[in-house]
């Protein structure tokens, strides 16, 4: 019979000659006492440890896969189980800052997921029927724009579709910001403050230009 390696043979003699209820306090005694020497000895020898390990998983993949599939099938299995490792598994990357230098909380990872999949809800509309994508898109174009560059516009939105930039719920607001961008480019005249100088000249202003008497001055 093989003995668990936190018994040895002179201990499971002992154990032998004792009654059951003092058995069991010697059999919970010797294990605490194997887990203690156990974590001591990693917490010294914890570097070398995990080098060791590395270097047997990377030696039997196969084994690894195997077991790691067994352990996962068992998990999801029982669901207050796998409900369990899946709130255990976010917490863990919410620490290790896998969400982000903020650490962002489960719900606003859940949420950061639910924007990235209407992202791509929208390219892959874009992509298998980009007329009906251009419809969509043309039901939000203002009607004052003409025909040319409403085509501007749409191609501009279509751009940033491509590119996996706007969520199916938001359509509209990325297309008034590509109407923004489009009349923007056509903007000529800005708002200019009359204390402000002429270039090349020595500080005048178009304050000065104006007349003295003018009644609003």
Known sequence: MRLPEWLKKADFDRLQQMDQEEALTEIERLKSLH???RRAYYAANRERKRATN??????NKKKVRKYAKRVMERIYADPERHAAHKAA??????????YGIDRTTPEKHNAKQKRYRLRCKTK?????DPSA????????VPGYLMSAAQMDV???????????????????AWVKKAVTEYN??????????IDAP????????RADLIDSEAFHF
């Open 133 to 140: 994508m251009r419809k969509l898109i043309r039901v939000h």
């Open 89 to 98: 598994d976010i917490e863990r990357k919410r620490k290790q800052g896998v």
């Open 35 to 37: 887990r203690s020497k």
């Open 54 to 59: 590395k270097q047997w998983r990377e030696k």
């Open 198 to 205: 002429f270039a090349g000249t020595d500080g005048l202003t």
């Open 154 to 172: 749409i191609n501009s939105v279509m751009v940033q579709i491509l590119d996996r930039k706007v969520p199916f719920n938001d359509l509209a």
């Open 124 to 128: 892959l509309l874009a992509q298998s």
């Open 184 to 193: 923007r480019q056509f903007d000529h005249f800005k708002n200019v403050s």
